[in-house]
């Protein structure tokens, strides 16, 4: 952040800044209380006790019984235990991916076909959205399991899990739904989505980085990813992250008792701010607009734009957002998402991505109303693009 | 005063690669006072042609590697300046890697490292530069700019360091990316750029410095462009594929037969898959014919070149002919010759003496006293 007071973190799809109050229920973890919980005496006993009433909170934000709860270290453990743990024999085994699926599943599933495994990769509309059709027509006797995400990291769609949880209960094959974005954000009930596995992480909903949990129907039969000792009903070895899991209870609970408020607020300022980017920039989209969205995410095209350098431009301004995914350099790639939703690598390369969070302004946003149209505008000014349009009469200059 | 055409509120870009020149660069300017911001640019995908024969079996080379952008980042840290890796993957395959694979091809011997300057640093990262209110490009190359108030102009002038100077790669830039170019190191010596990265503690001080292509692991051309073309069959359907044929004597004498004119360089002695008594030299390649000639050293000479898409830095061609020192290759000492303007973007140039191994496809650059006039691609 610079010096002046402006700014704004507008990345929360990426990682959100915990709350006070979830850092106060994480300290005692660090100082008096860090006792092991599968110790017998009083030490071990206390964080016993709080490891299980975080797993309650975390089990009633997902409407889940808590002994369906496993900890993880966040959502891509808790995808790859979804998928390694379910086709622990890859050979002759299919499964069903959605192509715009984040990394830690589409990476798992890729592997898992490296490995022997038949996958089948469901597209995405130009709205962002897998169609349950498309799963059906997927599915084959030796259908393992079906993966879908919930809300998409980078648009925000929501998926239509309960018409493909119909799907998958019908045809008897075991649904995982990755809702890292989705959970913290809007209602979720494993009950409605008919799922059988779904991942959630603490740090999109406030909570710290480094812990998530994989909701595991009672009586799915899972392989655990590490062997050690009996955790997490053996299911996850290795002494239980206890900061880690405390802080996620915490954060649960304040995200389930602000829903519906924070949906409405955080939407209000989402759709200003779209209105404000179009009304200035009209060749401008919000890509899954027409679809139901999580109520922070903004995915905005916009042609003629480098999304990098206008990350970098409002960054050195104080605002943080985001483009395309990062390589393992830091540089930006187009991203899958976009790509899987026909867009051409040059298009999603003039995306960026907006996502709010439970601690952005009402000011904020209001100032961030004015501030990027106004950047917007002025690299498209300097972009080739827009000079070759103006010139071939495409972009009419007032 | 390395950068008096800046004024120290503008807001500068620094190219920085992780190395020893361009963190002392940035380390100057940052002492100065002046506002940067550090950009690597990640230019090529080392993961994408491993494991192809002859390439390494994992990401290596020293081209956008995480190490590089590793030690960038800690002099940026260091310097307390914010930093970002930008991708120019996309037009640095357009303009860099596929002019070289074609060239190579072709049988001359691409330098792509002048089509990166002038086609990818001052072209591509110059916008992005503009774009977040930075007028200006600061890299740390060995060469100097410098603004003639009487004529107007910008002109381009050897580094101090004539051992290091860069300007033959260069010669390429026009009037309006000298005007925002930044050479921060065109004043010192080497010793004296290592001995101020120590004096600023720069964590790469002591780092070795690389010659090869950036993105041709180890220095085999000729793995890196079957495996690039393996890679984009539509690509290598349109260039011309490498065709056998046969080594010659300029008499037209058939010595021996080649895998193609791609594997040979004007000059070159070892290889030709001939035995003679005295040593024979590669004095020309006719890819048309499929033919590589053969002679002695005196072939190689020869005293008059054309060149095609010149340059002229001073904007426009000069109205007479010019004396000047011209050079043919990076290691070359400019030798005295006469050049001319020609119609299209083409010149003549006549040495005063016979140079050796004159080569298709490399750069002829040329002087006057510290002055770079321009340059073009020797055809």
Redesign the interface.
Known sequence: MPASAAGAYFDNNATTPPLPAVVEAMRPCLEANFGNASSIHRQGQQARAMIEAARAAAAELIGAEPNEIVFTSGGTEADNLALFGMIPEPRGAHLIVSAIEHHAVLHAARELAERGAAVSWLPATRDGRVRPTDVEQALRPETRLISVMLANNETGVIQPIEAIGRIARQARVPLHVDAVQAAGKIPVSVEELGCSLLSFSAHKFHGPQGVGALYVRRGTRLRPLFYGGRHERERRAGTENLAGIAGMGAAARLALRDLEAEARRQSRMRDALEAAVKQSIPEAEALGAEAPRVPNTSCLHIPGI?G???V??L??RGYCISTGAA???????PSHVLTAMGLE?AEARACVRISLGKLNREAEAEAFCRILPAEIA??LE???ARHAKIKSGAISVA | MTADSANASE?IVVALSGGVDSSTAAAMLHAEGHAL?GF?M?LW?QRRLAGHPGMPATASGRC?S?DD?HDA?RVAEGLGI?Y????Y??RFERDVVVPFVAEYLAGRTPIPCSHCNTAVKFDEMA??A????AGKIATGHYARVRHNAETGAYELLRAVDRDKDQTFFLWGLTQEQLSRALFPLGELHKAQVRALAEQFQLPVANKPESYEICFVPGKNYQDFVAAYLSERPALAAQLAAPEPGEVVTREGEVLARHHGVHGFTVGQRKGLGVATGEPLYVIELRPEQKQVVVGDEAGLLSQELTAGKVNWIAGQPPAGPLRVEARIRNRHVPAPARAEALPDHRMRVRFDEAQRAITPGQAVVLYQDERVLGGGWIE
């Open positions: 480098a990098e350098a206008l970098i431009a960054d050195l390589c393992s350099s830091g540089a930006v790639e690598d002025r690299l300097l972009s080739p | 807001r911001v690597t990640q995908n956008c995480l952008v980042r914010p970002y890796v930008v991708n993957e996309d916008r992005t503009r774009q977040i209110g």
